[in-house]
């Protein structure tokens, strides 16, 4: 799966840094260089070693390491890292991203009782999921009202776990009769069709329920009609389809071959577009999602006439409660470090987990824990250090520089919209005097 991401990354980056390098030239700027090549990619995959769950093993002196199954997508990992100084040692676990206690796909999380310290996910740590019945219930009610019309469906659908649980769903519920056969899916995604095959050669990794359909000689993955559709002219072509079923990346809608079903599709009221995922902020998903009648798709103003559906229950992302049940599990105190999250959902999780009579803090960005390893008979101590006082401004400018990128972002997508731009203009001028001279203060204090 490394190669198949890291490889679509660097093109999309390149395809990116060229075109706003193009820009930039043409206002007297620098280049605009991606994050990494594909050789870049090509080298950091020649340094990889396949290491297997549960095995220890020692990537440098002092330092012990295993892998233990996280649950959330395929291959990803439960890090435990013993660390030893002076004859001493200490335990952290970093809990990566964690799958839900009762998952459809993978495996179930593995639970750790010991360590000193936890570096703890909390993505969805203030919020709960649906159970896999309802939400079941609730895709397969979509799609019959969708299919009974003879219409298309469009499923925006990222390509790793989210696309092959679709396909399960689809076969789920073929098998059980509950739509017409001959109707063609079109998995529209060739990076998604790559980690489809991917899933397939490690179904050993996958959950018991996949695994007792293949003892039933059920391709989990291929329900009847899947077609894959590789070049963009056979992409091209499902425009000339009336009834199917069409799967697509990118997910959120900002990219990938869904724009181009979106954009021949969405203005018909015949159309269906269910959304099996998160819509981020600033993105065509999530200006869908909202109910925007009007939306720019591919450099276009589209009418939205289509019927717009939300599945919110096929996370592969651990809930509120999974988190805590997981956390529970450790028998020794630990101190749990909560990351990865947004500030409010880290700070709910936080308390959650003091609420249950567990140490917790969220770090601040550069923050410094110490681990004193434990001698014989006496645990390990932590201590967070606070940061330095200089760095929390900075850190606010950078969350502010954020937002008024976003902000950014949206006005331009509605510039051509506005219906009397002298009310807005003043505000973009003074807006932009002010930018100006904050970009000034910046480079004289630099």
Not at 31 to 41: F, G, H, I, N, R
Not at 282 to 304: F, N, P, S
Not at 392 to 420: F, N, Q, R, T, Y
Request: net charge negative.
């Amino acid at each position: 799966l490394c190669e198949v991401l890291w490889q679509d990354s660097a093109k999309l980056m390149k395809e990116e840094s060229e075109w706003k390098t193009k820009k930039n030239l043409r206002k007297g700027l620098e280049k605009v260089e991606p994050l990494y090549s594909q050789k870049d990619a090509d080298e950091a995959l020649g340094q990889l070693t396949a290491v297997s769950y549960d095995d220890i093993f020692e990537p440098a002196p002092c330092f012990r390491v295993r892998f233990r199954d996280a649950g959330h997508i395929l291959g990803s990992a439960i890090l435990e890292v013993w660390i030893k100084e002076d004859g001493r040692e200490a335990k952290v676990v970093f809990s990566g991203d964690l799958g839900p206690q009762q998952t459809v796909m993978e495996r179930n999380p593995a639970f750790i009782e010991d360590a000193d310290v936890v570096v703890i996910e909390s993505t969805y740590g203030n919020r709960l999921h649906k159970s896999n019945l309802e939400t079941r219930a609730e895709f397969r009610g979509v799609m019959a009202e969708a299919l009974k019309e003879h219409s298309k469906v469009l499923i925006p659908t990222f390509a790793v776990d989210r696309a092959q649980r679709i396909l399960y769903e689809l076969a789920l519920m073929q098998q059980e009769g509950l739509f017409r056969d001959g109707l063609p899916i079109f998995f529209d995604s060739p990076m998604g069709v790559k980690a489809t095959e991917i899933y397939k050669d490690h179904m050993s990794l996958m959950s018991a329920e996949l695994q007792e359909q293949l003892r039933q000689d059920q391709d989990p993955y291929s329900p009847a009609g899947l077609r894959y559709v590789e070049s963009v002219e056979d992409s091209q072509a499902i425009n000339s389809v009336e009834s199917a079923i069409v799967l697509a990346g990118s997910g959120m809608c900002n990219g990938g071959r869904i724009v181009h079903h979106l954009k021949h599709n969405l203005w018909k009221s015949h159309t269906h577009v269910v959304f099996v995922g998160y819509q981020a902020q600033g993105t065509l998903g999530r200006r869908l999602v909202e109910g925007e009648k009007t939306v720019r798709v591919a450099g276009e103003e589209v009418e939205v006439k289509a019927s717009i559906h939300t599945i919110n229950g096929f996370s592969a992302h651990a809930d509120r409660d999974d988190l805590l049940a997981w956390a529970a599990n450790f028998r020794n105190g630990p101190l749990f470090v909560v990351t990865h999250g947004e500030p409010t959902s880290a700070e709910s999780f936080a308390e959650a987990l003091r609420a249950q009579g567990l140490q917790a803090t969220v770090p601040s960005n550069g923050q410094e824990i110490e681990i004193r390893p434990a001698v014989p008979g006496i645990r390990a101590e932590t201590l967070a250090i606070p940061c330095k006082a200089p760095e929390a401004p900075c850190l606010e400018a950078v969350k502010v520089l954020a937002e008024i990128s976003s902000i950014l972002s949206a006005l331009k997508e509605k510039a051509p919209e506005i219906e009397d731009p002298a009310e807005v203009l003043p505000l973009l001028v003074s807006t932009k005097t002010l930018l100006e001279t904050a970009r000034d203060r910046v480079r004289k204090s630099g």
